[in-house]
């Protein structure tokens, strides 16, 4: 779900010496990692995810289509929105604008995208995404906890819109990318209007040139429920629209404390990203999340995400600023730079302002 969380977009990480099923859609986790899964015996606890069985919940759910009705109901969904965003950072919504004919097509596409023949993912082979597109693992992971067992397509909406549908998959990529931008749009307006300002900021900045589209598959891992399908982290956007599948498994930090969301395939999850969280002061959260890994069934999500331009400078609407200014780039090659260095994101408390 989160596109700053680095993972291995090079096929010259792998050991060339390992003997690998050429034919296999799955990335060669066990045997690119074997130095931690060999550890297993001598490792600290420290280095485990620290997982623990968990009731399942669902997140507030919001009928937008009260947004097309009267002046009280539209009122009163509106403040559904902002109070969702305020106290969970997350809520699903139904009756969303996005059809269930694109959304089952968009499915299909990605599965069959990803059942394609691993070193044809890593080499880009029949796809016109950029260098790098193609993510897997953790490169810097130097325990358990750092290594998500997934594989994902992080493609700028750059590369596929107006690009006349030279396939099947950048066609349908496309229709979903501009039905759910508009959703998401409407969305950050909702947001912004609650707070007293008008969203032409968000508007202006969040082209749909630079907006992001992951399609993510967690394939079974024998190791679960002791692995992290996605690492804990927050978001680097405004915010993110997800579609997932039926299998479950994204849980998201409430009152302190890990919860299990129950899934919901006929609604779509919103969740707040950090730009949103700096941007509204802090009245907007964004909250830590995660994907645990399934030993028998493979999972699959897409996720929208709302981004500016790097060069984007974000403040808060709101003063005193709890945080400093920054440029979505400057804040983009931070989380970077931790990632590579820490193996985990640190993310907005890096740009508080210092008290004085």
Not at 77 to 102: D, L, M, T, Y
Not at 308 to 330: A, N
């Amino acid at each position: 779900m989160h596109e700053d969380i680095k993972m291995v977009n090079a096929p010259d990480h792998i050991d060339q010496r390992v003997r690998m099923d050429e034919s296999s859609p799955d990335p060669p986790f066990q045997e690119t990692y074997k130095t931690l899964f060999n550890n297993l015996p001598h490792t600290a606890p420290k280095n485990f995810p620290q997982l623990s069985v968990m009731e399942e919940i669902e997140l507030p759910l919001i009928d937008l289509n009260k947004l097309n009705l009267g002046d009280s109901e539209r009122e009163s969904c509106k403040k559904q929105i902002a109070r969702a965003s305020q106290e969970w950072g997350f809520f699903q919504v139904i009756n969303h604008g996005i059809s269930g004919e694109i959304l089952e097509k968009m499915r299909k596409e990605q599965v069959k995208l990803f059942k394609k023949p691993f070193q044809d993912k890593t080499n880009g082979k029949d796809l016109n995404f950029s260098v790098g597109s193609y993510r897997w693992g953790a490169p810097t992971a130097t325990c358990l906890s750092q290594l998500s067992w997934s594989e994902a397509f992080h493609v700028s909406l750059s590369d596929i819109l107006g690009s006349g549908g030279i396939n099947n998959l950048s066609s349908t990529m496309e229709q979903y990318a501009t039905t759910v931008s508009e959703l998401a749009q409407k969305l950050a307006d909702i947001l912004a209007e609650k707070m007293g300002h008008k969203s032409v900021f968000i508007k202006e900045t969040c082209l749909p040139s630079t907006c992001y589209l992951r399609m993510n598959r967690y394939p079974p891992c024998p190791m679960s429920p002791q692995m992290f399908g996605i690492m804990p982290h927050t978001d680097s956007d405004f915010l993110t629209v997800l579609h997932q599948d039926h299998i479950g498994g994204l849980q998201l930090v409430k009152d302190g404390k890990w919860i299990a969301v129950k899934p919901n395939p006929k609604a779509l999850i919103i969740n707040i990203g950090d730009l949103f969280q700096a941007w509204s002061n802090n009245v907007y959260k964004s909250v830590e999340h995660r994907v645990v890994a399934n030993e028998l069934k493979e999972r699959y999500s897409t996720a929208y995400f709302l981004c500016p331009s790097y060069d984007t400078v974000i403040q808060s609407c709101i003063e005193p600023s709890v945080y400093k200014r920054f440029s979505f780039g400057e804040y983009r090659q931070q989380v970077q730079e931790d990632v590579k260095s820490l193996g985990y994101k640190i993310g907005l408390p890096r740009f508080l302002v210092p008290s004085h």
